[in-house]
């Protein structure tokens, strides 16, 4: 085997399984944020400092997507003279984003028994 | 809104995220239970007795392509007369695990404080 050959075949694997890991973590991570109404920069920071880094090209499509959903709901507003788009989590959202957590919750449950017993 | 498409429009996306949270944490339950070699059978029940059910057209797919990335192994032996495909992690696939386990680990603490925040 070629070593540039494993060298990709070792890095890849590891940057997919953490993309589609993060992936639906992501999703969770935008509408608990959203239970506050925030505009995107106020969003994208709130998620950043809390460790969950999203680039724009992410997250506009992302929050479209959820409000498409019913999920979230968005209003247009003048704020210092700027005009923003404001999101929240919709009445509808609510319970989706708390089976979700449940659901999270159980997962982690379960793979801290699989992690322990193996 | 019509009756039936609210009913339609509520349950998808709910399911369609579902789906999304659990297939990265799937994989990680496939390599953590797979420290330990197993055949399908085995791997399947051992994860499903700990609340991950998987059925075949999904499992076995995975495992192919977990052990064409080089994070599994397997063999053909017999056992009780019957030949069986018996997975394992490899050498390479351990810290791949356990890079998953920790950003994981990050995801929850980032989601928990995201939760509470909000």
Redesign the interface.
């Known amino acids: 085997m070629r070593r540039e050959g494993r060298l990709v075949?070792?890095a890849?694997?590891?940057d997919n399984?953490?993309l589609?890991?993060?992936?639906?973590?992501l999703?969770?991570?935008v509408l608990?944020?959203?239970?506050?109404e925030r505009y995107g920069y106020t969003l994208r920071t709130?998620?950043e400092e809390?460790?969950?880094s999203i680039d724009e090209g992410t997250l506009y499509p992302l929050l479209r997507r959820?409000e498409a959903?019913?999920?979230l709901q968005s209003e247009w507003r003048e704020e210092n003279r700027r005009k923003k788009r404001f999101y929240r989590l919709t009445r509808?959202g609510k319970p989706?984003l708390s089976?979700?957590?449940d659901?999270?919750k159980?997962?982690?449950?379960?793979?801290n028994?699989?992690?322990q017993?193996?």
């Open positions: 075949s070792e890849a694997p590891f399984l953490r589609e890991l993060r992936r639906g973590c999703v969770l991570a608990a944020a959203l239970k506050r709130r998620l809390n460790g969950i959820l959903q019913g999920l509808a989706v089976a979700l957590l659901e999270l159980e997962l982690n449950a379960s793979l028994r699989i992690t017993e193996a």
